[in-house]
């Protein structure tokens, strides 16, 4: 068999180990292979048969130009009611397993157990409620479809959408939504738990805490620099805990499942790997994103000390009375603390960093961080993301750092992916070559740095409502022509090769 150079000409690959040819051995047998989707990305009915309002709901239909085009995830894939094609897909790539999240204000109309929409529970005034799919039913179907199938799935309880009652309260930077978030999520575990056995508590936490309370560019939209995020990061860590506890406690005995929650981070290189600032800038990169959630849980209940120590300098500086970043008790570090069952990593991309001097900023979390972004010119870029630089090799070597970090944990790589450009062509070669290259360091993950790497998920199975680029960037492995009102599910070239890797459980057909 042809063997593929393991550096190609613009140095996506990692160097060459030996003589060692990832396209020549197998993934582990057992390996998941999955594509990953959210709610309000792909379902729509937003108001549909009882569903309550998210955040996201209201950020967008507020307008304002924060979305591209205004665009909504109103109707988005048609997901709701096109189920049965979206099993097509799943079936068409041989999925081993298949993540997507609930919606909570779709199963809890406001947020609470005192209502919950179901067939027979009718809280509005509609004819005939037996015609009604419902939160509680629709779900019920997608994982009975699913297990009828062969497909695990691996259900996340939280993908940005708050239900808009609780954040009229706060959000995630009150206590309420963690009390709130534990009753749905033990909700969610008694009605699916006999069928789900992999659960994903939140989804990016950095995310939501730095786009949602930071920067505001996500929902819902709050900007509140050096105090937002850390306030509301701090409660997704609890939230999470809270409802990983509730899991081991009240159900894991009968329903013998996992729980993790999935983060996100880039890897970061120093600019200029022989100086020591760039160094130890490049270190709180990733301290300021995956360390910020993954040491406390994975490690020992606290954030990390360079955080700590980071923040405090900077706010004693700026003349706060204490540190703006808030202190977990002794309690709650022993209870947060080893509330993970696996870990879930979602991984894009690869940073260069530089060390930047802040003395004089105003208070934020970047900077706090000390550390600058560069461009790597060298580093082909998405087509449609701007902030997508596509580096494979950056993967392997965040993998290597959570398995030395991080007690060498189960990791599932819950997302990864590349975005085209709207209008996108079916023939994605360029695309697939990226996978293609990220596979190989995959490969090289797990039999040269015997990293315990258990699977791997596509962000996405369909191009969805990418947040605040609308319709505009488009990470399917099928495309969806949104101008059709029957939203039509057509493969990318990247489908079917990706449904040949999964049938070899291998780069090429010797592994079949
Ligand atoms: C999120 C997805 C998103 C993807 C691509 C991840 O941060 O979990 O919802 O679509 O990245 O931007």
Known sequence: MASAPLVDSRGLSSPVDGDWNPEDVSFPEQFAWGAATAAYQIEGGWDADGKGPSVWDTFTHQGG????????????????????????????????????????????????????????????????????IQGVDYYDKVIDSLLANGVTPVVTLYHFDLPQCFEDQGGWRSDTTVKAFDSYAQFCFKTFGDRVKFWITINEPY??????????IMAPGVKEPGVGAYLSAHNLIRAHATAWHSYDTLFRAKQAGFVS??????????????????????????????????????????????????????????????????????????????????????????????????????PSVTADKEAEQVTDPSWPVAAGSSWLAVVPWGLRRLLKYI?????????????????????????DTQRWEYFRLTLQEILKAIYIDRVQLKGYFVWSLLDNFEWTAGYSSRFGLFHVDFNHSALPRVPYKSATEYARVIANNGLTASHG
């Not at 109707?75 to 997507?100: M, N, P």
């Open 65 to 132: 130009d924060r979305v591209f085009k205004n665009q909504t995830g109103d109707v988005a894939c048609g997901s709701y009611t096109l189920w049965e094609e979206d099993l097509k897909c799943i079936k068409q790539l041989g999925l081993t397993h298949y993540r997507f999240s609930l919606s909570w204000s779709r199963l809890l109309p406001d947020g609470t157990t005192g209502f919950i929409n179901q067939k027979g529970n009718c809280s509005f005034k509609i004819e005939s409620c037996a015609a009604l």
């Open 207 to 216: 995310v939501v805490a730095e786009f949602g309370y930071e920067k505001g």
């Open 261 to 362: 929650i999935a983060l996100n981070s880039d890897w970061a290189e120093p600019l200029n790997p022989a100086d020591p600032a760039d160094q130890a800038a490049a270190k709180r990169h990733v301290a300021f994103c995956l360390d910020w959630f993954a040491t406390p849980i994975f490690l020992d209940g606290d954030y990390p000390a360079i955080m700590k120590s980071q923040v405090s300098v900077m706010s004693k500086r700026q003349g706060c009375p204490a540190s703006r970043l808030p202190e977990f008790t002794e309690e709650e570090k022993m209870m947060i603390k080893g509330t993970a069952d696996f870990f879930s990593l979602n991984y894009y991309t690869t940073r260069r960093i530089k060390h930047q001097d802040n003395t004089h900023s105003q």
């Open 403 to 427: 398995k030395d970090t991080y007690n060498h944990p189960l990791i599932y790589i819950t997302e990864n992916g590349f975005s085209l450009s709207d209008p996108a062509p079916l023939d």
